[in-house]
């Protein structure tokens, strides 16, 4: 005698459970992976960039003003969403939003081991914005880079993304779109704040010319690199 097979809702909904989970197993999944950001700065960090380890100052690559500026390392411990690490995940930062592109040379790139961890370190880029970490092209975290590198010239076509060779000039103080002239005042979270490389809530000539333990443009003048292509998380 032939027996029927009686499929519930609820049956399909456990198998689509099943079937999803098992389809998302060994994909780095944000909710279960932890970044862990350690900023170096000579001398101490200060102001709010003390209480805030997600502001990061940059300038081009082979800056040998003084104070130099900052090198974030992120460490990453990748899971999926069943908790399980990830092992030979590609780690890499890429520009998230913003005026920013990174520079070539670092250890930008890296590979999760066995315990689904790996280190990367980002110490260069042009402009502002935020810069994301990203695994097998999920990204996990992101912090906000500022750099007095805001131009590639003194038009206001100037203002968008750089590629090739850069360095910190006069268009960065008189560009009339994203110089930093115009853009003194208050700070307003996504309008200005970029240009607030003193992290005093304000944009003023202090980060024009610099003060005692905290970098200004005019420190910067002359610093030239070579930056990688724009990237993004897959």
Not at 74 to 84: E, F, L, Q
Request: charged share 10%; glycine share 12%.
């Amino acid at each position: 005698m032939s027996k029927r097979l009686i499929v519930t809702l609820g049956m399909v909904l456990a198998i689509s459970a099943c079937l999803a989970t098992a389809a998302l197993a060994g994909v780095p999944f944000p909710g279960t992976s932890t970044c862990t950001i350690t900023v170096t700065q000579f001398p101490t960090r200060t102001a709010c960039l003390t209480a805030d380890p997600d502001i990061i100052r940059l300038t081009p690559a082979g800056s040998t003003a003084s104070p130099v500026f900052d090198r974030v390392t992120i460490s990453v411990r990748v899971r999926d969403t069943n908790n399980i690490v990830v092992s030979g995940a590609a780690v890499s930062f890429s520009e998230q939003t913003g005026i920013v592109n990174i520079a070539n040379g670092g250890a930008t790139t890296a590979t999760t081991d066995a315990a689904g961890l790996a280190s990367v370190t980002l110490h260069a880029a042009y402009g502002f914005g935020r810069v994301a970490l990203c695994a097998d092209g999920v990204q996990l975290c992101n912090v906000i880079v500022r750099s007095p590198d805001v131009s590639k010239g003194s038009l206001p076509a100037q203002c968008g993304l750089s590629t090739g060779t850069t360095s910190v000039s006069g268009s960065d103080i008189i560009n009339p779109v994203c110089g930093f002239n115009v853009n003194f005042g208050a700070v307003t979270v996504g309008v200005n704040d970029g240009w607030d490389l003193d992290c005093t809530n304000t944009v003023s000539g202090s980060d024009v010319t610099g003060t005692l333990g905290k970098g200004g443009v005019l420190q910067y003048f002359g610093d030239l690199g070579t930056l990688g292509a724009v990237n993004a998380c897959p």
